[in-house]
């Protein structure tokens, strides 16, 4: 069984840093792709970014780009968002995923196994 545990949340001021990670068990990261998606009250869930299961190719959201990178290290099974700059409304539950396909872009509908999500909450 897939499981997928994220940490790294908390408070921080605009213009901080914070570094998610997400662990994997019950599966090899190697053959999936990874993403990270967020969440605030009364919205949909948005994709933030993903990577392909070589690492080879990685996708953000627009509005992340230059901000947060995405990157993984298959042989710990973790997955990893680093934010930087972080601005107010980039407060949300995020949560990461794993897709079946070793490559899914950012359609949360692709990815099948999902984490509980670790609250980041920026403060202005």
């Known amino acids: 069984q897939v499981r997928l545990v994220e940490s790294g949340g908390g408070l921080v001021q605009a213009g901080g840093s914070l570094r998610l990670s997400c662990v994997a068990s019950g599966l090899s990261l190697h053959y999936y792709a990874m993403g990270w998606f967020r969440q605030t009250p009364g919205k949909e869930r948005e994709s933030v970014a993903s990577i392909s299961g070589s690492s080879s190719f990685t996708y953000y959201q627009d509005s992340v780009k230059g901000r947060f990178t995405i990157s993984r290290d298959n042989a710990k099974n973790t997955v990893y968002l680093q934010m930087n700059s972080l601005k107010p409304e980039d407060t949300a539950v995020y949560y990461c995923?794993?897709?079946?396909?070793?490559?899914?872009?950012?359609?949360?509908?692709?990815?099948?196994?999902w984490g509980q999500g670790t609250q980041v909450t920026v403060s202005s």
């Open positions: 995923a794993a897709s079946s396909l070793v490559r899914a872009g950012l359609n949360p509908g692709l990815f099948q196994s």
